[in-house]
């Protein structure tokens, strides 16, 4: 089963009493039941660890890679300030997706730059709750072992506007 490890970044703890005008009420257990009972219908075993501290989570990024088939993570303020937590995610050599609750790119200037956006396979934010939710999706997906999906036109033996090549008279006359 592919396990993926979730990790919210600083002040994340607060939710539900954090600015719920940007935020919205959920707390971050709520959050976290939501994406178990995802990874439950999906199948897949889901770790959560959540940290106010960039070395903490520069730690567990470190050592995911041998327990984990992907990241989700919402690294919060450290989005747009760190470089160790960017490297750390380069070095992991996992699949990693991006979330926030609020649209960055819809609040002050400082929040419009993500300095993991480049080493994340994707972002997505400004859906609250279904940011997670659409995140952990996306995660699975890259999670699971590839199955290589043929193109249509190589899968049918004879593409069906080429079926009736000979002309109807031609069969009458056999
Ligand atoms: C956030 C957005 C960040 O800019 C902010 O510092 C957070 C939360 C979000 O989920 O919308 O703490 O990552």
New binding site residues.
């Given amino acids: 089963m592919p396990k993926v490890l979730v990790i919210h ?4 703890d607060l939710l539900g009493r954090r600015q719920p005008e ?2 919205g009420n959920f707390t971050l257990h709520e959050i976290n039941k939501h994406l178990k009972k995802l990874a439950r219908k999906e199948k897949i075993e889901i770790k959560f660890f959540q940290s106010n501290h960039e070395g903490n989570i520069v730690d567990v990024i470190g050592k995911a890679k041998d327990s984990f088939a992907a990241l989700l993570i ?7 300030t760190s470089v160790a937590i960017r490297d750390a995610i380069g070095a992991a050599d996992l699949p990693c997706v991006e ?6 790119y819809a ?1 002050e200037t400082f ?1 419009h730059t993500s300095l993991i956006a480049p080493v994340a396979a994707g972002q997505i ?2 859906f609250g709750i279904d ?1 997670y939710l659409l995140g952990l999706q996306a995660a699975i997906k890259l999670a699971r072992p590839k199955r290589r999906l043929k193109p249509k036109s190589r899968r049918r033996s004879k593409p069906k506007s080429r079926r009736r090549l000979k002309p109807k008279s031609r069969r009458r006359s056999k």
Avoid: D, F
Avoid at 74 to 80: E, G, I, L, S
């Fill in positions: 970044g600083p002040n994340l940007i935020y919402n690294p919060a303020a450290y989005t747009h979330v926030h609750l609020s649209n960055i609040r929040r934010c400004g940011s």
